[in-house]
């Protein structure tokens, strides 16, 4: 074959300009109406979407994000305008630039028409975007039957996982206290034994001191959440019969240990806990190191307490393990300090006489040191929490607390592993009026701790000296103006006055 190489004449190139700008202007034309399409769509004008439709507008146009006209439609819940475009042959699984389809729209905007009508038109029930769940989940999640129902109809995976919890639709349901969800998805074999990933995690128990120091601080497990796990930690009581009807085990736990009843207890829903507890419930399960009752006095959730002493909680169980939640203003909830609490103990450190009197009216063990050996009078005479932020609580509260705990049997001359007494806490703090009790109630004013000091020595100490590596300048300024103030006033303090008065000696 010659190929010729004759350039072509003027009349030629004319024409192929011609050719070449009404192919252009024929492209423009069609860019213009697939705009105006979806205009029509956003102002609800269905004459001008079908005269659009009807010159041949592309009905799967797109706009910058990737959003189709019928995107817009189920957006705007305009059923109409998305009955137009199914039958003009819209693509009813197109997705946006996030992966979303307009059945997803349609099912975050919760119009169960719009749902019904896309599935009628064979929309994937289970397409999502990677950034979000199906469109059975956010139905679950709003709590929209007729959505879930048709969604199910339709063959959606009721078992489906989103990609970053792994959590079902059902957990969304149970959640977000929906019961007539979490039944309709239970009725047609819903997993209630599904668990989120699980994962490990380094925390921090209790006071870390400074950056880059691992004191305090723990490796747990962490998720591993069935959803009557979710029950109990969102006050769910309604779903939780649900799903223990459906078979899902009361006493099952996280991937950290705690039981369903545990984690009702940590965030005080106590309704919960009683559906657990009428259940079977272990009421001592402490799979984390803190049982119930723990968290029942931590919160001063005295109805829990009762309810779990009636089910026949042991009021002496220990806390073998610090907490890494938090509780009073950011305070940890139970540090390492506290290992060995009972939940009396707990309430001693909570200054809530209540409780205390009714874990004592229970059967407990008043008399039940912590690991270290301190007895619920001495925490409370500490008058702080142990945790990062300290808690100073009222001296009539210390003084009142500790009054209750010699009245329900704590011995004022127990002494911890370090030699410590009562007495020594409450010189430590200064306490007057506590002191004034101890003495009261025989506590012995020149007992010696294991470092030779009575509790008079103890009051005469000075300002304890900050940790210069965790804390600045001005911080170790102020440490030095306190420590010459206490060496002016050395001896003359009105704690050192009282314990001398008391016959106290260094």
Not at 29 to 49: M, N, T, W
Not at 373 to 385: D, F, P, Y
Not at 386 to 407: K, N, P
Request: include cysteine.
């Amino acid at each position: 074959m010659r190929i010729s190489t004759k350039r072509p004449c003027g009349r030629s190139v004319g024409l192929l300009v011609l050719v070449a700008t009404l192919v252009a202007s024929f492209a423009t034309a069609a860019r213009a109406a697939d705009v105006q399409l979806i205009q029509a769509v956003k102002d609800g004008d269905a004459p001008a979407l079908r005269a659009l439709l009807g010159r041949g507008a592309d009905v799967d146009a797109r706009q910058g994000d990737g959003a189709t006209v019928l995107h817009w439609a189920a957006h705007l819940n305009d059923l109409d305008a998305a009955d137009l475009l199914i039958r003009a042959g819209a693509d009813v699984d197109a997705t946006n630039d996030l992966g979303v389809t307009p059945l997803w729209v349609a099912t975050t905007g919760g119009s169960a028409e719009m749902v019904s009508k896309l599935l009628e038109a064979r929309a994937d029930p289970d397409i999502a975007p990677n950034t979000g769940g199906t469109p059975l989940m956010i139905a679950a999640r709003q709590g929209n039957v007729a959505a879930v129902r048709a969604l199910l109809a339709h063959g959606a995976d009721m078992d489906a996982r989103e990609g970053a919890q792994g959590q079902t639709a059902l957990m969304w349901a149970v959640a977000r206290r929906h019961p007539q969800v979490a039944r309709v998805l239970l009725e047609v074999g819903a997993d209630p034994h599904a668990r989120t990933k699980s994962s490990r995690r380094h925390v921090l128990l209790c006071c870390q001191k400074s950056l880059g120091k691992t004191e305090g601080t723990v490796w747990i497990e962490q998720g591993g959440f069935t959803s009557l796990l979710f029950a109990a930690r969102h006050g769910a009581a309604a779903a939780a019969e649900l799903l223990l009807a459906a078979g899902a085990p009361v006493d099952d736990t996280a991937a950290i240990g705690t039981t369903p009843l545990v984690v009702a207890a940590q965030h005080g829903f106590h309704e919960v806990a009683e559906v657990l507890l009428e259940r079977g419930a272990d009421p001592d399960a402490a799979g984390a190191g803190q049982a119930a009752l723990h968290w029942a006095a931590l919160r001063g959730d005295s109805v829990l307490v009762e309810t779990l002493l009636a089910h026949g909680a042991n009021p002496d169980v220990r806390l073998t393990r610090g907490s890494f939640l938090k509780h009073d203003r950011g305070a940890f909830a139970f540090d390492k300090f506290l290992i060995g609490a009972t939940p009396f103990v707990v309430a001693a450190r909570r200054s809530d006489t209540r409780i205390m009197q009714l874990l004592a009216a229970g059967g407990a063990d008043t008399s039940l040191p912590l690991q270290d050996g301190r007895t619920a009078a001495m925490v409370a005479a500490g008058g702080k929490n142990t945790g990062l932020l300290r808690l100073r609580l009222a001296e009539e509260q210390i003084l009142e607390t500790v009054r209750s705990a010699f009245d329900l049997g704590v011995d004022p001359n127990a002494a911890s592993l370090s030699g410590d007494t009562a007495l020594h806490v409450a010189a430590g703090t200064k306490f007057d009026s506590v002191i004034r009790l101890l003495a009261e109630r025989g506590a012995l004013v020149n007992a010696r701790n294991r470092m030779g000091q009575t509790p008079l020595a103890v009051a005469l100490a000075p300002p304890e000296a900050p940790d210069g590596s965790a804390i600045g300048g001005a911080a170790l300024g102020r440490y030095r103006e306190a420590y010459a103030a206490w060496a002016a006033s050395r001896g003359q303090t009105p704690t050192a006055n009282l314990l001398r008065s008391l016959g106290g000696t260094e």
